[in-house]
């Protein structure tokens, strides 16, 4: 496809979103909270951590894929729940779907979804199931029973969003208003979006879906919640409490996933109420600004329950090499959201799937040149600190 030609990597792919979608919806994707102290952090985390490469070893087809919770991916790479896709694109959280499934690894669909839970679990491939508490427990409890019957593999309890960020950047581009679309609306948004007519034309053509199906049939009045909801404070969570965690484990069928872990005891908490995994996060640099970098926290977390539950972790990933590290320090595998998120705006399913296939190239070329030939082997020992600051790093 002639828009993906010389995109090589995520700045490049950022660059083409940007120059596709308009800036309120672009800024939605890239912005961290108040002055993204944590969205820096996650990127810089991994710039502090250099390799530690084997030389003389010709490694000629690493070994990328490994089991993530009973299922087998062809890399370790899951692609991150995210809310607001079909903004992106009208294909939204199906392309993002389908082009997981065609790479080999397991997409992890966010109940924020432009599209039904049920829709996408018609898609090929095993997926996982990202809930929110949303309105209260009962409605909660309504949508994780849906992916249950679905046949969503594992389901994953995001924790870090009891109210959403503060995101200034959008609330200068106006996505803290009530987005349904009437006449006020669209007078009010008219001027920050036409600057992009093409991007106007599919969003039209689309139906304008500024609102969230799977919470249809779970808001009191029976209405779908607007995107921006998530955005404000409420009189309740939209995050589960570790009461809900627990009734979660009773009641759901497979593997049961607590993202959102930046502390030892929090990951004592989900392991001790019968978590399979946790994914150590700060969702992006979206919530707490000044929480740690995913990767800082994660040695540390690795060392007390890495035994005994799968341990994943976000925020950053920028490359192949980015992947290599995380692993490094512990993780079992990575997600990855804005990258991929780029990638739909800029084109749709293709530009998921080539960003998916830039990372899996990138990490094996990473591998071939740390001498590295199976990611099985990954540990603390192929690593090392590029700068005096603290990693955490595990010996696994």
């Not at 010709?58 to 087998?72: D, K, S």
């Not at 939209?238 to 484990?249: K, L, Q």
């Not at 990490?363 to 990954?378: H, K, V």
Request: with cysteine; hydrophobic share 40%; glycine share 10%.
């Amino acid at each position: 496809m002639r828009r993906l030609s010389g995109v090589l990597n995520y700045d490049d792919t950022r660059a083409a979103a940007r120059r596709t979608l308009p800036r309120s919806i672009f800024e939605y994707v890239d912005a961290g909270s108040e002055d993204e102290l944590t969205l820096g952090w996650n990127r810089d985390a991994y710039r502090d951590l250099a390799f530690a490469p084997r030389g003389a070893t010709w490694v000629p087809e690493p070994e990328l894929g490994r089991t993530i919770l009973g299922v087998p991916s062809s890399m370790p790479i899951l692609t991150a729940p995210c809310g607001g896709m079909r903004l992106l694109h009208p294909e939204g959280d199906l392309a993002i779907t389908r082009a997981a499934a065609a790479a080999g690894i397991i997409p992890v669909v966010t109940s924020a979804s432009g599209y039904s839970l049920e829709q996408i679990a018609d898609e090929p491939g095993t997926k996982f199931f990202q809930a929110y508490r949303f309105s209260d427990e009962n409605a909660m409890k309504t949508l994780v029973g849906r992916a249950n019957k679905a046949g969503y593999h594992a389901l994953v309890a995001t924790i870090d969003t009891a109210v959403g960020g503060n995101r200034e950047r959008d609330f200068r581009n106006g996505f803290s208003y009530n987005m349904r679309i009437d006449l006020a609306n669209i007078t009010r948004m008219a001027p920050k979006v036409m600057t992009r007519p093409g991007w106007v034309y599919r969003f039209m053509r689309d139906g304008m879906p500024f609102e969230l199906p799977n919470t249809a049939d779970i808001t009191p009045d029976r209405q779908p919640m607007e995107l921006s909801a998530l955005t404000r404070s409420g009189k309740s969570s939209h995050s589960p409490d570790w009461d809900d965690i627990a009734w979660m484990r009773a009641n759901w069928d497979g593997p049961l996933v607590v993202k959102g872990v930046l502390t030892v005891a929090d990951a004592r908490r989900a392991q001790s109420l019968g978590a399979d995994g946790i994914i150590v996060s700060n969702h992006g640099g979206r919530q707490l600004d000044g929480a740690p970098a995913s990767l800082r926290a994660l040695g540390p977390i690795v060392d007390v329950v890495g035994d005994t539950m799968e341990v994943l972790v976000d925020g950053g990933i920028r490359r192949g090499a980015d992947i290599a590290k995380a692993l490094s320090v512990g993780a079992r595998a990575v997600l990855v959201g804005r990258y991929t998120a780029f990638g739909l705006a800029a084109a749709g399913e293709a530009g998921v799937a080539h960003v998916l296939e830039h990372l899996r190239s990138q990490l094996f070329r990473t591998m071939q040149l740390m001498g590295c030939a199976d990611i099985e082997d990954l540990d603390g020992s192929w690593v090392q600190q590029a700068t005096t600051s603290s990693l955490g790093l595990s010996r696994r």
